[in-house]
């Protein structure tokens, strides 16, 4: 079974920056594609960015720039480097992963974590 584990969301001021960060257990194929997802209350769920299979990145336009996604060699742990935080950026962080290589910022991923909760307070 795949899990994901998030960690590392709180609150910080705007302008402040966190990190993510997902541990993947189950996920015996490196060639996962895995990714951020945020959920702000009465919205939406949408893409903040991905990881392809093949280590091709793709981000939201609202955080171009300013978010970094990367994983270790292993593909076990994803982060999410978040600078200049916004309060637009305020929402429940969730790490997503599916087998499927080519996934990207609008598919459907098929394993979820429980998500870490990131408030940014002007």
């Known amino acids: 079974q795949v899990q994901l584990v998030e960690s590392g969301g709180g609150s910080v001021q705007a302008g402040g920056s966190l990190r993510l960060s997902c541990v993947a257990s189950?996920?015996?194929?490196?060639?996962?594609?895995m990714g951020w997802f945020r959920q702000a209350p009465g919205k939406e769920r949408e893409g903040v960015a991905t990881?392809?299979?093949?280590?091709?990145?793709s981000y939201a336009d609202s955080v171009k720039g300013r978010f970094t996604i990367s994983q270790d060699n292993a593909k076990n742990t994803l982060y999410l480097q978040m600078n200049s935080l916004k309060p637009e950026d305020t929402a429940m962080y969730y790490c997503a992963a599916d087998p499927r290589w080519w996934f990207s910022l609008h598919d459907d991923f098929n394993y979820w974590g429980q998500g870490t909760q990131v408030t940014v307070s002007s």
């Open positions: 990881i392809d299979g093949d280590g091709s990145p």
């Open positions: 189950g996920v015996t194929d490196s060639s996962y594609s």
